[in-house]
């Protein structure tokens, strides 16, 4: 069984930074893609920002400019650096990831989330 877990969320002021980190663990052969969304109280969950292993990005219109995704594919981790935070970027932080064993089918992973709070 396959893992993602994520740190980095808190409380932080507009205009300031937090980095979130997700790591992947387990019957982990190859990941294919990871990437951020997240979800505030009444809210559909949304795609923040996407990386694949070969390093293409896509990221939300909203946070084009303020958040860069990374990865360390010899750790599987993902990486969000997120700039110059708005109090609109308040809500869960999931990290998700598409996984093979390398045997079996790719499947679709999900983080518990972690929680981004933008206030003054």
């Known amino acids: 069984q396959v893992q993602l877990v994520e740190s980095g969320g808190g409380l932080v002021q507009p205009g300031g930074s937090l980095r979130l980190s997700c790591a992947a663990s387990?019957?982990?052969?190859?990941?294919?893609?990871m990437g951020w969304y997240r979800q505030a109280p009444g809210k559909q969950r949304e795609l923040v920002a996407a990386?694949?292993?070969?390093?293409?990005?896509n990221y939300a219109d909203s946070v084009k400019g303020r958040f860069t995704i990374s990865r360390d594919n010899a750790k599987n981790t993902v990486y969000l650096q997120m700039n110059s935070l708005k109090p609109e970027d308040t809500a869960v932080y999931y990290c998700?990831?598409?996984?093979?064993?390398?045997?079996?089918?790719?499947?679709?992973?999900w983080g518990q989330g972690t929680q981004v709070t933008v206030s003054s």
């Open positions: 387990g019957s982990i052969f190859s990941i294919y893609a």
């Open positions: 998700n990831a598409d996984i093979t064993d390398g045997l079996g089918p790719m499947y679709d992973y």
């Open positions: 990386i694949t292993s070969g390093g293409s990005t």
